[in-house]
């Protein structure tokens, strides 16, 4: 059933394109078949033999920033003799793999060969399960960075998942503005909102309605990982950090493997108890009282309160089922920033959390065919 569905998809997406090509004015009608292609490539679906005339061939490098804090890795992608390239900035969300997570380089690619000058810099809070402003700085410095050798005073910047929420910190409070424009994926805008919702408490957007769908246990993984001291005895924390790791990584069976070497019962039992249920009561009350503890940075390290600020269009969208961060995350984003600024805002069923399923109906694809073409688009013209 799987297969059929995304064959279907595949279907709708070349019915898509060639739709494209008939209504576009030229330029626009390149724009949107690149865009088509993108998420084509996103999917891993197979595309038509055409498209590959209007994409360009790339180059891949690997490079060392040096951004406050220290030296990271990047990864550059770029078109090949296209010069004056538009500089885009695309950050990694909480994951250990970083710019090397698959999903991460395939839509860098994408991008790179749609037009763009893509650089993907590590972000080793997030890395390392960790949300923080001290981030920030290494967001403004890579797209500083990027944006002056290309000859750009400012760069566009995608954030995926929690960068993207950063990335609007970020451009709350660094100015003058060195991004062009910010595009989150999936982000959040109240970190302790989404404490209490992976604690098992409900969440409700701006209207006052509920997300309807059981949140993933990744999330609250993520904040025992952070506040790890508030679960396991100081022999025991280290260890347990580094199973969540595994677990987080997609090493179940390594992780509960590893519950044996946690020194104490009490610290086996509480691990086994994370890692094979949905961590709501009684480890929920144990979450809020950790995150209680951490309430201003993790204020800090949220949009929420501070959009107002933000003088660059932003185009955000969010998957409508995610159950790690929220649909309703995003209507507040929507919801808070100024009308002015809001360059789009799509909840569409067509992602998931950071990646894609397989079918939806022909009217979500085109609108996400839109959405990315508005943003290939902007990066052009800004």
Do not use: C
Request: hydrophobic residues 45%; proline residues 7%; glycine residues 8%.
């Amino acid at each position: 059933m799987k297969k059929q569905q995304g064959q279907t998809g595949v279907a709708t997406m070349v019915g898509l394109l060639v739709v494209s090509i008939a209504i576009g004015a030229a330029p626009t009608a390149v724009t949107h078949l690149r865009a088509a292609g993108v998420l084509m490539q996103i999917m891993n679906a197979p595309r038509p033999s055409w498209l590959a005339a209007l994409e360009f061939p790339i180059v891949e490098t690997r490079e060392q920033l040096r951004l406050p804090g220290g030296m990271v890795s990047a990864r550059r992608f770029r078109p090949q003799q296209l010069k004056n390239a538009p500089p885009l900035v695309l950050l990694h969300g909480v994951h250990p793999e970083g710019i090397d997570e698959a999903r991460q380089v395939a839509f860098a690619r994408s991008m790179a060969r749609a037009g763009l000058d893509v650089l993907t810099p590590s972000l080793p809070e997030l890395a390392r399960f960790q949300v923080t402003a001290t981030t920030l700085p290494r967001i403004v410095h890579s797209a500083q960075h990027h944006a002056k050798r290309t000859g750009r005073e400012t760069a566009g910047v995608i954030g995926i998942s929690f960068a993207g929420g950063l990335a609007l910190v970020a451009a709350s409070q660094a100015h003058p503005p060195w991004a062009s424009f910010i595009v989150t994926v999936g982000s959040h805008h109240n970190l302790m909102r989404l404490a209490s919702y992976y604690a098992g408490n409900p969440i409700e957007g701006p209207d006052g309605k509920h997300h309807s769908h059981t949140a993933h246990p990744y999330g609250s993984r993520v904040l025992i990982h952070a506040h790890a001291e508030h679960f396991f005895p100081p022999e025991d924390v280290a260890e347990a950090r580094r199973l969540l790791e595994r677990w987080m990584a997609s090493d179940g069976q390594g992780a509960r493997a590893g519950i044996g070497r946690l020194r104490s019962n009490d610290s086996r039992a509480v691990m086994a108890q994370i890692l094979d249920s949905e961590v709501r009561a009684p480890l929920g009350d144990q979450i809020m009282t950790a995150v209680e503890g951490r309430r201003e940075a993790l204020l800090a390290a949220s949009p929420a309160g501070k959009l107002a600020a933000v003088k660059v269009p932003v185009f955000a969208v969010h998957g409508a089922g995610d159950p790690i961060i929220p649909s309703t995350e995003t209507r507040w984003l929507a919801h808070e920033l100024p009308d002015k600024h809001l360059a789009s805002a799509v909840i569409t069923p067509l992602l998931r959390h950071a990646e894609m399923p397989e079918e939806a109906e022909s009217g979500a694809y085109l609108e996400l065919v839109g959405f990315m073409g508005a943003i290939l688009s902007s990066a052009r013209t800004r």
